[in-house]
């Protein structure tokens, strides 16, 4: 036997029809009341056909509500959405507050499955600017250079090193000196 | 999906092959970059389900450079399984023996520990010279960063450049240099 039906499915969130943008629509478009005539389970379901469901169907022209009326079975409602699911419920003893409650509930659904969100937010515009390669952003030179390149292998010098500077400091104080010739000799003549 | 969409999922998931010069560098640094090259941990697309690491070509790992007193005090152990089979073999004595394996154990060292690391290997190539084989070579799209840099030998220097380098004073004729 397979252990499927023991488990939360497991899914992404989406939004029928763009979240309601342009207009609304009640995703629901049948509800079914299975329940019995004499039974006192049924009792609430009873109550409620009798006091509330006149009004809520007023109320709701945008689907239908059938009521079938099943000897000695235990009372349960059915909802059909119009992404095809389809939601059972037992009212087994249920009272009438929490009838108009649970219907009302079903009412306002959108019909999405009952599921553990994988990721908790979706989009239908995954990424504008496309999706990623290693040779996205990568310099167009490559293409043209020849492996291994010494140029892209050195590593990245900041700051000049000892000898660099000791260098640069013997031809600074060269310098130095040969103005000092100069000016000396300037002075003698 | 469309051809095109299939194209850049081949393209997304495309194996690089990089190549690094081992030359002056400390194996056991370049390691660190390299075993994250193997593995993929450099791209976004990153998931350890995700089979989407790259191949690295190392070259001239007969001349990396051991820090400090490396060469003379890394032990490498071996033991053969039987009563007295172990060994230690010493840095110098191993890079003697095959240039290519101080290397490749400095990055088997930094994968991380499991069956994957077989697997992982595979994706790296090590040759001691600079000799690379040309079906290797022509796969190579990228080049990565020496982490030190190479410093020139006395070689290298032209009689003229030793000539004209700054001296705080000159050997007297007599001197007699060891």
């Keep these: ?3 499927t039906h023991l488990y939360l499915r497991t899914g992404f969130p989406r939004a029928p029809l763009a979240n309601g943008l342009g207009r ?20 609430g379901v009873r109550d409620f056909i009798e006091t509330d469901m006149i009004d809520f169907v007023k109320q709701n022209p945008e689907f239908v509500l059938y009521l079938k009326p099943r000897r000695h079975h235990s009372p349960h409602l059915i909802a059909e959405y119009l992404n095809g699911e389809k939601f059972h419920m037992s009212f087994h003893n249920f009272n009438r507050e929490e009838i108009s409650k649970w219907v009302n509930l079903m009412k306002t659904r959108a019909g999405a499955p009952i599921m553990a969100y994988r990721k908790l937010g979706h989009t239908d515009n995954p990424s504008i600017q496309g999706v990623w390669s290693p040779f996205a952003n990568q310099d167009t030179s490559l293409n043209v250079t020849s492996f291994p390149n010494e140029k892209l292998s050195r590593k990245f010098q900041t700051e000049p090193t000892a000898t660099e500077l000791l260098l640069e400091m013997f031809k600074k104080q060269q310098l130095e000196d040969s103005e000092a010739n100069e000016s000396k000799e300037e002075e003698s003549k | 999906m469309s051809a095109y969409e299939r194209v850049k999922q081949w393209n997304t998931f495309a194996r690089i092959w990089h190549i690094y010069d081992a030359k002056w560098q400390n194996p056991f640094d370049s390691a660190k970059v390299i075993s994250k090259h193997i593995q ?11 089979n989407c690491g790259d191949h690295v070509i190392v070259f001239n790992s007969r001349h990396i450079a051991l820090p ?8 490498y152990f071996h033991h053969t399984g ?6 230690w073999t010493l840095a110098w004595q191993l890079h003697e023996i095959n240039p290519t394996l101080v290397m490749q154990k400095a990055v088997k060292w930094e994968l991380p520990r499991g069956l994957s690391k077989f697997g992982l290997m595979a994706r790296l190539h090590i040759f001691p010279d600079e000799e690379i084989p040309e079906e290797l070579l022509k796969n190579v799209t990228s080049q990565l960063r020496q982490l030190r ?3 020139r030998t006395l ?8 000539e004209e380098f700054p001296k705080v004073m000159d050997y007297p004729n007599d001197y007699i240099l060891k």
């Design chain 2, 155 to 162: 070689d290298s220097y032209s009689d003229k450049e030793i």
């Design chain 1, 24 to 43: 609304y629509m009640c995703q629901v478009k049948r509800i079914t009341i299975k329940f019995c005539k004499s039974h006192g389970s049924s009792r």
């Design chain 2, 82 to 87: 039987y009563p007295g089979g172990a060994s």
């Design chain 1, 1 to 3: 036997m397979s252990k």
């Design chain 2, 40 to 50: 993929g941990l450099h791209k976004p697309i990153y998931h350890p389900l995700n």
């Design chain 2, 149 to 151: 840099p190479v410093p």
């Design chain 2, 68 to 75: 400090g007193y490396e060469w003379k005090k890394r032990a």
